[in-house]
């Protein structure tokens, strides 16, 4: 699930919706036989011939270079053919032939270097969304005594990740996870999301308090917002060196909830850096969990106190909800905003069964999709719920 979910279904749409669409391959010997009988339909002042050249630049399209050849070269054929049954090969037929074998060879040529651009984007594609899932793995369906599912969504239809982050992590300590949503969204943002993860999953395995994980991604986001860029200038010395300003920075923070379940995932540790507040669903209702919201990560050196960390009890049944502003902000034909919480409460109180998290977040996904007819921002939204003590 997660991001993984998503990769998914975008295998499974471009499958679905190719490109070009398989119709395309009649088109260029369907066009070749419409121009011939055109042609003899037709008194002879007319003359069609012209157009066998728009069958061959559409089987550019869809074609390999030899079959864009033997468009053309049929083409050649049966003009030949047909003005030789007319008894008639004239000026008009051999400015037409011309043509003809001088666009056959420069589509055949261009199909080679289209083909070639087609396998260099399949290639970078597969390298860019096996990064993507690297950076932003799947979700398990369980870990340990934890259930969860979740599913992601990037604002820009052609990246699997955007601006929003999460990672869950068993450690020492804990089931920890962290959901967050950097400032900015789409592909642009993943420098500081992989900034985020990188360093979550690292603290979550050394650090015994959630306080000091939090820290430690200050500590982080810090050093990329600080960082001096480091494109060469035209005479080859770097933009910046050691002693010179570095110039005005971006504001690098992300807004983020960071979670530690129990050992028996009972109980669950929240730290709030100016997230989206959680929601629970506990005997069909869906109720906020109250937190200490804290200033965003990245933003440490103007709090005034240490955030603190709130602890909430989760009963069997119960299912803990941490999703991103894009959820929330999604907006319908009039403008409003989402109501999570108001639709999830519908949702639950006119389910039949109980609600497990595969089915709650496969409800919001489609929900949201329901309530805005385009999504804006990036939106993730992830389930736990403890799992019963017979382990079933």
Known sequence: MGAGRAAAEHRQWDEQHPWPPQWLRYVPPALVVV???????TPSRYFF?????????????????????????????LLVVTEWLEDYIGPMTIVALT???????????????????????????????????ALLRPLPDRIGPLRLA?????ADDEALIGGDLYSVRPTPFGIRVIVGDVKGKGISATQTVATVISSFQEAALLHPSLSQVAERIDVALQLDRDSPPSEPMG????????????GPVDEVFVTAVLLEFTADARAVRVLDRGHQPLLTVRHGT????????????GMSDLLTAPPRTVTQTLDPGDILIAYSDGVTEARDSAGTFYPLRERLQDHCSSSAGPVSPTRLVTFIEEDVAR??????????????????????
């Open 49 to 77: 011939g012209s157009l066998l050249s728009a069958s061959v630049v559409l089987a550019l399209f869809t074609y390999p270079p030899l079959g864009v050849l033997a468009v053309g070269a049929a083409g050649c054929v």
């Open 235 to 246: 005479d080859g010395r770097p933009a910046y060196t050691p002693g010179e300003a570095a």
């Open 99 to 133: 043509v003809l074998a001088t666009v056959t060879v420069l589509s055949a040529s261009l199909c080679v270097v289209r083909r070639r651009a087609e396998s260099r984007f399949r290639r970078v594609q597969a390298v860019a969304e096996a990064v993507q899932l």
């Open 35 to 41: 121009t011939m009988v055109l042609d003899q339909v």
């Open 150 to 154: 979740g599913f992601y969504r990037a």
């Open 371 to 392: 309530w805005a007819s385009t999504l804006g921002d990036d939106l993730v939204a992830i389930a736990f719920q403890p799992a019963p003590s017979g382990g079933e």
């Open 286 to 297: 869906a109720s906020v969990v109250e937190s200490d919201h804290s200033l965003p990560l």
